[in-house]
Nanobody, 123 residues
Framework: QVHLEESGGGLVQAGGSLRLSCALS????????MGWFRQAPGKAREFVAS????????RSADSVKGRFSISRDNGKSTVYLQMNDLKPEDTAVYYC????????????????WGQGTRVTVSS
């Protein structure tokens, strides 16, 4: 059984940076493409970024392009989301997810989800 555990959330001022981490256990990390999604209060969950199993393909939402980057360390079974120039509208619970297919942007493709880590950006 795949287990995902996120860390790195917190409170940051606008313009600041955070790096989220998500560690996968229970199965071989290299067998999974990974994604980050977020859900703001009162809003639907939305795609943030994704990365293929070997890291050669990455995708990101238009709203975070140029500010957020996704990467993975297969030796540590961990995927990262580097978030720079944070804005109040980035405030949300951030979830990592895993699937065996591709760096998908559609959350229905993902089979496994973490419990989420909260990011709050103050203005």
């Amino acid at each position: 059984q795949v287990h995902l555990e996120e860390s790195g959330g917190g409170l940051v001022q606008a313009g600041g940076s955070l790096r989220l981490s998500c560690a996968l256990s229970g199965r071989a990390f290299t067998g999974y493409a990974m994604g980050w999604f977020r859900q703001a209060p009162g809003k639907a969950r939305e795609f943030v970024a994704s990365i293929s199993r070997n890291g050669d393909i990455t995708r990101s939402a238009d709203s975070v392009k140029g500010r957020f980057s996704i990467s993975r360390d297969n030796g540590k079974s961990t995927v990262y989301l580097q978030m720079n120039d944070l804005k109040p509208e980035d405030t949300a619970v951030y979830y990592c997810a895993a699937n065996r297919l591709s760096a998908a942007t559609d959350d229905s493709v993902y089979d496994y989800w973490g419990q989420g880590t909260r990011v709050t950006v103050s203005s």
